[in-house]
């Protein structure tokens, strides 16, 4: 199966400022790659799919890039509701694998 | 309003089965293909289980295989997981999730998840 790698575990911002989450996958995945926000008690949300195509009622400030076997997210300027756990997940092969996340905090 | 919510999970011994719930509201669930995914403590999410909407169409996770059955109801917009020989590395938050579409594998509506603690 297709390993995803994120980086870094944590990422530590101030409101207003850029954050750039990294994911690779161990093999390519084309743009077969989605990015998903959870927070504490809550369901995960579904941000992008197809590497860089925003889900129905996400911001703007979100955007993903890359294909084949490096992506990003980015998020131009945080919010203080944008403080989550980032998840990157693969559906190029199956079965469908995840990252182990990338943490936003403050 | 759109949503799915589990329920089911609890404390349970090793070998000992449990039967989850995903209750679907706000959308028609009988067109939808559905999903298990589950998030064990300090760990990331890991794929359980899909099927059809139709229910004719099965797919496990090599770590569930004969040991878990999914199933759902359409007339009671209903999921369900059947989890028996249940292990410690069993223990998880378990969440029902949707795919958009047949032939795309990501997930555009998750439940909160429910917890199964397997433990002596």
Known sequence: EIVMTQSPATLSVSPGERATLSCR????VTTNLAWYQQKPGQAPRLLIYGASTRATGIPARFSGSGSGTEFTLTISSLQSEDFAVYYCQQYNDWPPTFGQGTKVEI | ????????????????????????????????YMNWIRQAPGKGLEWVSYISSSGNTIYYADSVKGRFTISRDNAKNSLYLQMNSLRAEDTAVYSCARLPAATYWYFDLWGRGTLVTVSS
């Open chain 2, 1 to 32: 309003q759109v949503q799915l919510v589990e329920s089911g999970g609890g404390l349970v011994k090793p070998g000992g089965s449990l039967r989850l719930s995903c209750a679907a509201s706000g959308f028609t669930f009988s067109d939808y």
């Open chain 1, 25 to 28: 996958a161990s093999q390519t």
